[in-house]
């Protein structure tokens, strides 16, 4: 009697399972996979973004006869998207294109690929739950590499491979967005789940020594923890999220140091400002706030269309010499400020486009949410997160691992929720 071997069991066990894999499924495993080491495995995100959008343009290509049929909100998004890299190469044009352009080309076209990813993520059902499954995951792999690898640790700081304040950021980012899910999930083991990821992501956050995320993410879960409950329940999640930062705020020495340090770099820049002759050196908060001081004189100088993306560096030194602005702001090569960068190096245009990328999304959003549409909660969360860390930071708009993660997030979201919306206004046949 014939007994076939293991291998040739295994084989055929693939081979059913992929018997129909189609380009749906292929998305949902992306989609998977992506957020699970996006923080502790070097170019996982750019390698994974690339695979997404690949699949998505020959999905696009391969079908491009069957039509999405897209509402008013979806078009607005997907316009504003092609306008911001526009505008990019515009006042790029406008200000002499140069080998610092050329840099930034790589992932100023990415919001071009937010169209093909998110027509291709339009078509693909439950996006949302392998997403979220991922990001769970994710914070698991960021939980253990951080009290596992000496490596990942640099002066104390949880760094992993792209810094604290990606990794900080990010992780609290997840957790967020994950919590929201308690609000839709029926069963509650799954909702424990959720809830056990929540805490794991304390101890990243707080290791990673991250200022923004100290800030912004307590802000974060206390709106999530007014948003999935009603009631007493709502008074009772409330108050366990607010006494959990509480006590990790007085618990851990990171943060209570952290926000000492934050309160004396304050002091010492305005006292600066009394007595510049007197500060040689600026910390990272006075840095800061007098990159925020020289943006008007940015805008003055050049209005519409910036000084060109990458040429902040040799105008901020021209400024420092004639008008006696710090040396320090002259020694990076962008404003660590979001709407500072987009002011300085694409001018009015250029915040216009970036307010249509953020908030133009989110109060199409909060309107559905007030209308009674909770499925916006996750794009809303997910918006006024990267807005939040956008006045820390402008990495979160100018540096390609950013980027890639708002348009993945924001596809996903922004699509499920439109999907959802139709589905709750079609009328309902007795």
């Keep these: 009697m014939y007994y076939p071997s293991v291998e040739n069991s295994v084989l055929q066990i693939v081979k059913n399972h992929f018997k129909n894999f189609n380009e749906q499924k292929l998305f949902l495993l992306l989609l998977l996979l992506f957020p699970i080491f996006l923080v502790t495995v070097r170019h996982w995100i750019s390698t994974f973004f690339s695979m997404i959008v690949l699949v998505s343009l020959t999905s696009w290509f391969r079908n491009r006869q069957q039509k999405v049929n897209l509402d008013r909100d979806e078009k607005i998004l997907l316009w504003a998207f092609l306008l911001f890299f526009v505008v990019f190469l515009l006042t790029s ?12 080309l790589g992932s100023e076209v990415r919001f071009v690929f937010f169209i093909p990813v998110y027509l291709a993520i339009r078509k693909v059902d439950g996006a949302i739950k392998w997403l979220t499954a991922g990001m769970v995951l994710g914070i698991v792999a960021i939980f253990f590499n951080s009290i596992l690898d ?8 949880y760094m992993s491979i792209y810094g604290p304040l990606f990794t900080g950021p990010v992780t609290g980012l997840m957790a967020v967005l994950v919590l929201i899910n308690v609000r839709f999930e029926q069963r509650l083991w799954v909702k424990g789940l959720f809830v056990i990821a929540v805490v794991l992501a304390v101890t990243p956050i707080v290791l990673s020594d991250a200022r923004s995320a100290y800030f912004v993410i307590p802000l974060l879960l206390l709106g999530v923890a007014l948003s999935i409950s009603k009631g007493l329940i709502k008074m009772l999640t409330l108050a366990v ?13 990171n943060i209570h140091n952290r926000a000492k340090k934050t309160l004396k770099q304050y002091r010492v820049y305005f006292a600066y400002l009394s007595s510049p002759k007197t500060q040689n050196k600026l910390s990272g908060v006075g840095v800061r ?5 020289i943006t008007p004189r940015f805008v003055k100088d050049h209005t519409v269309f ?8 040799k105008h901020a030194q ?13 020694m990076h090569s962008h404003p660590h400020n979001a709407y500072s960068e987009a002011l300085v190096s694409k001018g009015l245009l250029g915040l216009i486009v970036f307010l249509g990328i953020t908030l133009l999304p989110l109060l199409m959003m909060l309107r559905d949410y007030f209308r009674g549409h909770a499925s916006a909660l996750y794009a809303i969360y997910l918006i006024i997160g990267y807005l939040l860390f956008s006045f820390f930071d402008a990495s979160t708009f100018i540096k390609g691992n950013f ?21 709750q206004q079609q009328p309902t046949t007795e």
């Design 241 to 253: 999220v607010l006494l959990g930062i509480i006590g990790v705020y007085y618990g851990a020495d």
């Design 306 to 313: 910036g000084v060109g993306r990458g040429n902040y560096q």
């Design 403 to 423: 980027v890639a993660l708002y348009i993945i997030l924001l596809s996903v979201f922004f699509s499920h929720h439109i999907r959802t919306r139709q589905q």
């Design 150 to 157: 000496s490596d990942a640790h640099i002066d104390g700081r």
């Design 318 to 330: 021209r400024y420092v010499e004639s008008d006696g602005f710090h040396k320090d702001i002259a």
């Design 289 to 293: 706030l007098e990159m925020w001081r």
């Design 93 to 104: 044009l406008v200000n002499g294109w140069g080998k610092e352009q050329t840099r930034y």
